[in-house]
């Protein structure tokens, strides 16, 4: 027995002895490295962390365009949760499935179905510079040192087994279950909103752009006889309203022209959303690219939930 106890007193001071020594070789080691090299390792470990949280966690984005004024506006910086709509391996890569989908009204960023890829290796490089550098850093742009919009942040106003259509700018919604339109705000009492549509158009303003569309059609096909209106300085722009009339317009002349027809029928039925899809659309209505003009959106292209606005300081506040 004291043969025993004696063996573990020695292979104890033995033990003690080896990390003693380590942690001097450790110290002495670190006393020999130049100081650039320990801030240079220093950062490194701080850009992992910063990438990991980002990649996986939540991520900075800055808004580029007034889209979904006044929630969002232009330069507000924000932070986006990607943990709950499940979040992508690689940048661009490997998108896993989150423990949540998008619910009616969430705000939600998302890859842009218009968006021209300049190929993977560009586009996990801005990515990374994108989120390392919390948004300050994009390296995007277009031929005018403009941002590319590779994301898009909008709110999901349908989600799947959703009809929606515009009527001069007005969101009517046909529910599942519903057997008659209703207009966006009376839905309402099926799930609560706590934000405010911006309209830069007026209702009364419609019979003006339509009447400048058809003008501008009649004038084109020779029909100078049918005009009823000349082009007006100053009428304010909706593109889907002009292409609702263009088609209808188009369609009443050469009735016999499919194409007129079908694309006709598509802006005056709306849109039905998939199971697994949703429909987006900015707050600041009439100025937007949204499910409008591309359709809708795969749950698989949602990228994250908008959480709160983290610059300016005067604009911190959670987003609704």
Same mark, same amino acid.
């Given at each position: 027995?004291?043969?025993?106890?004696? !063996?573990?007193?020695?292979?104890?001071? !033995?033990?003690?002895?080896?990390?003693?020594?380590?942690?001097?070789?450790?110290?002495?080691?670190?006393?020999?490295?130049?100081?650039?090299?320990?801030?240079?390792?220093?950062?490194?470990?701080?850009?992992?962390?910063?990438?990991? &949280?980002?990649?996986?966690?939540?991520?900075?984005?800055? /808004?580029?365009?007034? *889209?979904?004024?006044?929630?969002?506006?232009?330069?507000?910086?924000?932070?986006?949760?990607?943990?709950?709509?499940?979040?992508?391996? &690689?940048?661009?890569?490997?998108?896993? =499935?989150?423990?949540?989908?998008?619910?009616?009204?969430?705000?939600?960023?998302?890859? $842009?179905?218009?968006? &021209?890829?300049?190929?993977?290796?560009?586009?996990?490089?801005?990515?990374?510079?994108?989120?390392?550098?919390? $948004?300050?850093?994009?390296?995007?742009?277009?031929?005018?040192?403009?941002? @590319?919009? =590779?994301?898009?942040?909008?709110? %999901?106003?349908?989600?799947?087994?959703?009809?929606?259509?515009?009527?001069?700018?007005?969101?009517?919604?046909?529910?599942?279950?519903?057997?008659?339109?209703? #207009?966006?705000?009376?839905?309402?009492?099926?799930?609560?909103? +706590?934000?405010?549509?911006?309209?830069?158009?007026?209702?009364?303003?419609?019979?003006?752009? +339509?009447?400048?569309?058809? %003008?501008?059609?009649?004038?084109?096909?020779?029909?100078? @006889?049918?005009?009823?209106?000349? $082009?007006?300085?100053?009428?304010?722009?909706?593109?889907?309203? @002009?292409?609702?009339?263009?088609?209808?317009?188009?369609? !009443? /002349?050469?009735? !016999?022209?499919?194409?007129?027809?079908?694309?006709?029928?598509?802006?005056?039925?709306?849109?039905?959303?998939?199971?697994?899809?949703?429909?987006?659309?900015?707050?600041?209505?009439?100025? #937007?690219?949204?499910?409008?003009?591309?359709?809708?959106?795969?749950?698989? +292209?949602?990228?994250?939930?908008?959480?709160?606005?983290?610059?300016?300081?005067? @604009?911190? *506040?959670?987003?609704?």
């Amino acid at each position: 027995m004291a043969q025993w106890s004696a !063996q573990m007193v020695s292979t104890t001071e !033995q033990f003690l002895t080896w990390r003693k020594r380590r942690r001097i070789r450790k110290k002495e080691k670190q006393k020999k490295r130049h100081p650039i090299i320990e801030w240079i390792d220093a950062f490194l470990w701080a850009a992992v962390v910063v990438l990991l &949280i980002n990649q996986y966690v939540f991520q900075a984005y800055q /808004i580029p365009t007034g *889209s979904m004024e006044n929630t969002l506006k232009i330069s507000d910086r924000i932070f986006v949760n990607k943990l709950v709509y499940g979040p992508e391996l &690689i940048p661009g890569m490997l998108k896993i =499935h989150g423990f949540a989908k998008p619910d009616r009204n969430s705000v939600i960023i998302f890859e $842009s179905p218009t968006y &021209i890829s300049k190929g993977p290796v560009f586009d996990v490089l801005q990515r990374v510079l994108y989120m390392l550098t919390l $948004s300050l850093v994009d390296i995007d742009r277009d031929a005018s040192g403009n941002p @590319r919009a =590779h994301f898009l942040i909008k709110r %999901a106003v349908g989600v799947g087994g959703d009809r929606l259509r515009i009527r001069e700018g007005a969101v009517e919604m046909r529910l599942p279950g519903m057997s008659s339109w209703q #207009s966006e705000p009376d839905i309402g009492h099926l799930d609560p909103v +706590d934000f405010t549509t911006q309209r830069l158009i007026a209702p009364e303003e419609y019979p003006a752009i +339509d009447a400048a569309v058809r %003008a501008a059609i009649y004038e084109e096909e020779g029909l100078d @006889r049918l005009k009823s209106a000349s $082009s007006v300085p100053n009428i304010k722009n909706d593109a889907h309203q @002009r292409w609702t009339v263009f088609y209808e317009t188009m369609h !009443q /002349i050469r009735p !016999q022209r499919s194409r007129y027809r079908s694309e006709y029928q598509k802006y005056l039925l709306g849109w039905y959303v998939p199971m697994g899809w949703i429909f987006p659309m900015g707050d600041n209505r009439d100025n #937007s690219n949204d499910g409008r003009y591309f359709g809708p959106v795969h749950l698989d +292209d949602v990228l994250g939930r908008g959480m709160f606005i983290y610059w300016p300081l005067d @604009r911190i *506040s959670r987003i609704r």
